[in-house]
């Protein structure tokens, strides 16, 4: 009987007038229908405001009015689902077009010919979010990502990007605060997320007077993020860091380039290929560049690595700065590298009050195996380049997690006062505190190994072997496991991360 009556409830509601909308009862959300909404003009896009909880889908283009914002009060953001069904929306100008999003999904939707001045195309915020097959196209002048700015928890998956961004800060010193030039294609800032095969193909070009607490930033995939994999850049690289009327103002600034990410905690199978340039006349400011990623991370327990990553884009610096100059194919910091390469020229020319760092794979590390470069690594000023990386410094007391297995056929200069060149590594250093050598059966081509070992002690110090080509017979560590010939290249390569 019970079974009955609850059929017949059910029955009569099915048939019932109940109209396909979210109403307002004593404030709050009531749901009486679970229907998708369809949107078929800006109007029926405005709407969206008086049912934050809805799901809505676009049933054709449509375009909006310049500055159009949904939204904007985080207290009540949006919370349902917006999927384009493969429809663009066109005319988006100045930021977002929602302010404010939490626990909302966001698919199959394409944002065209936008022209952002702040925020991003898509999302100022965005909380606890889901984006998936989201396209953007247009162009940018001020501060800005393609997709969302500012996000936490979220995940992003086959989103691209294909916007210019231009933005050019010339502001007096008055204006501090707001002579920051920062992009990103996809997010600018990441807490807490995770991106996968997304990609950016748009160009970015930002320049700033380096006043304090002005910083210069440009990254083709993410500001900052928990992991990125599989994700692309091809999109060419520019930033300039100028200096102030005051020197002094350049303190504590920073100009910073990398093809995918700016912070990260994992990178796994991202690649690089566009050009990236920066330069800086502001002699106080830092500069970090790479051609894939700044700085790993580490997150709970979980340690921050680079694996199966590659750059095929020229990376350059040049001009003078003042400290933490770090300049990389692959990524200026982590605590493991492994099968990654770097084909692309890496050429540093630089003044500056501190040492400058360089290298084909990584600028420092304390892990890296399986890695190889074969781009010319150049560096004119004081400080270490490295085929492999800058600064090697293996403290670990397990020999299995020793730099092995790596190999160099770039060339390797570096030309200033206190500076040093190796084929595989700037500086080494850690043997004296573990007590053995720690870097060990790497090949290299030409000139030597590494530029400067801090121990004195010839037991300790780093073997390394010099070969004419690098072939499995003249590198027979190089393991079939990672390793396989190419006859195209004529010389080693990665089985899992192939050129």
Known sequence: MKKMVAFMMVLALACSNVPAHLGYANGKEAVYAAESVAIASADDLLAMEQNPGRNYYLSKDITVSAGTKLFQDRNTPFKGTLDGKGHKINGLRGGALIGQAQNAKFQNLTLADVT???EAALVNQARKCTFTKIKVSGKATGSSAGLVNSASDSTFTDCSSSVAFSIKNKKSADNASDQSAAAAGIVLYGSGCKLKNCKNTGSFSLEAVMVYPTSVKAYGIAGSAQSLENCKNSGNIAVKGTKPSDPDDGYYTDVHAAGIAGSYTTLKNCGNSGKIVASCTSVESGMRVSGVALSGTNSGKTHNSVARCYNKGAVSATGKCGRGIKISGVTNETEAATECYNTGKISVDLKSQENVIVGGIC???????NCYNTGNVTLKGS?????????????????????????????????GKNSFAGAIFGELDGADDIGRPNARENYYTSGKPYGHETTAW??????????????SRNCPKLSSKYWTYSSKHKRMILKNNKE
């Not at 400080?383 to 160099?408: R, V």
């Open 116 to 118: 952002l001045s702040e």
């Open 363 to 369: 600028s420092s590390t304390t892990f890296v195996q």
């Open 383 to 415: 400080g270490f380049a490295g085929g492999i990386a800058g600064i090697g410094a293996f403290l670990n007391s397990s020999k299995k997690k020793d730099a092995m297995y790596n190999y160099n056929c770039g060339t390797v200069k570096a030309s």
């Open 458 to 471: 010839k037991p300790y110090m780093a073997k390394a072997t010099k070969v004419s080509s690098i072939t």
